[in-house]
């Protein structure tokens, strides 16, 4: 999987756990948080999806890495979030692997893009559930801001 960095620069996934792990080396003392998200834009036929790895150090700040991917055909909103939610877990599965498994299982959060306001409230229940039963700890509006503010704005 290909990100880039804030400021568009092409990154392997490998140099994002690569990243983390000196991070975490780095400030032994602070506490971080892996955060993915996805979020998606529907302009004409064309519709964006930005997937986002945020690495949070508790009170202090952090960075992010974003992929994006688009379709050239519209999709109906279930489909849409439920891509949303594949692109996020695939990234999640792919970050934890080798020695990063022990530190991303227990502080990784996955946003969905899915609140208790609008359309998306009927799909709560089974977004969770379906995150859940993969083992990740998974967060919706308002607090989802990974998807929902970060991902939202590489979205446009």
């Keep these: 999987m290909i990100f880039e960095d804030p400021k568009g620069n092409k990154v392997e996934i490998k140099s994002i756990r690569n990243h983390i792990s000196k991070l975490i080396g780095q400030y032994p003392e602070d506490f971080f948080k892996i955060i993915i998200g996805t979020d998606s834009q529907q302009k004409g036929n064309k519709l964006t ?13 952090g960075t992010y ?5 688009k379709r050239l055909e519209p999709v109906p909103l279930r489909e849409k979030i439920y891509i949303e939610t ?13 020695s990063m498994e022990g530190y991303v299982k227990g502080n990784l959060e996955i946003h969905v893009d899915v609140g208790q306001n609008g359309e998306t409230k009927i799909l709560i229940k089974e977004i969770i559930k379906y995150m859940e039963d993969r083992g990740y700890k998974i967060l919706i ?7 929902s503010k970060v991902a939202d704005r590489h979205t446009k």
Excluded at 49 to 61: E, L
């Design 86 to 98: 594949k692109m996020s877990l695939d990234t999640a599965d792919t970050l934890k692997t080798n």
């Design 141 to 147: 509006k308002p607090n989802s801001f990974a998807a």
């Design 65 to 69: 890495y974003l992929r994006t991917q």
């Design 49 to 61: 999806f930005v997937t986002v790895i945020v690495i949070y150090r508790i009170g202090k700040g």
